[in-house]
């Protein structure tokens, strides 16, 4: 059976070898060498001098059938050989977004900040695995661990997303962003 679990261990050991750390808000996360991601519950711990984040896949939230057409049709699955570039990038929304209502959350990620809209211009160039945290417990250091996949030639166009991204009104409620950039070697 697939699991939905998963942690992202941050020390000295992992196929993904780190190439840069940005934090753009908040408090940084500790710059380590090697990322490893297991899945499942078991058989991770926390390294010494590192850190550890775990996150779950869960239903969708915000999507509507339309736009799950669209994406189901264009995206791509994670672990294509040629996708040795990957992006971790945690991150938390503040107290304002989590006291909005679904329909008023709903209108800010796409009605105002086209969130799905931006997305779907990068795919399938960039797969993707969205965790949720607050599913484990309120008291994760993010709400969210996003994980990207592309080929070298793609980190271009995934940065530019990123730009569109963060220039969001959705990005306004983001109180902290840590943003690790990983080649797979
Ligand atoms: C949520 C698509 C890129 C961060 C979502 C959802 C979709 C989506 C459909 C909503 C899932 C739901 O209904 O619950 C995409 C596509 C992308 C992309 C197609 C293109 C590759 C990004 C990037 C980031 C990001 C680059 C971060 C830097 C998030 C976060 C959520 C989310 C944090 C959760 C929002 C919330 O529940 O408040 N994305 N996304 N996405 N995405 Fe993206």
């Not at 699991?3 to 992992?14: E, H, I, K, M």
């Not at 711990?45 to 239903?59: A, F, K, M, V």
């Not at 991150?91 to 931006?118: C, M, V």
Request: one cysteine or more.
């Amino acid at each position: 059976m697939s699991t939905r679990f998963f942690q992202f261990v941050g020390g000295d050991t992992g196929v993904w070898r780190v190439v840069k750390t940005h934090t753009l808000i908040g408090e940084p996360l500790l710059d380590v060498a090697r990322l490893d991601v297991v899945a499942g519950q078991d058989n991770a711990s926390q390294p010494d001098s590192g850190w550890l984040l775990r996150g779950i896949t869960s239903n969708e939230r915000y999507v509507e059938r339309a736009e799950k057409n669209t994406l189901v049709e264009k995206q791509q699955g994670l672990g294509r050989p040629e996708a040795t570039c990957a992006a971790l990038i945690p991150i938390r929304k503040n107290a304002a977004w989590w006291a909005l209502t679904q329909d008023e959350r709903r209108h800010i990620f796409e009605g105002q900040s086209q969130h799905i809209q931006i997305g779907l211009d990068y795919l399938p160039a960039i797969a993707r695995r969205l965790h949720h945290c607050r599913d484990i417990s309120e008291n994760e250091p993010f709400d969210f661990l996003t994980w990207f996949e592309f080929a070298p030639t793609d980190e271009e166009a995934f940065n530019q997303m990123l730009m569109q991204l963060r220039a969001s009104e959705e990005w306004q409620y983001i109180d902290r962003e840590v943003d690790i950039r990983l080649v797979r070697e």
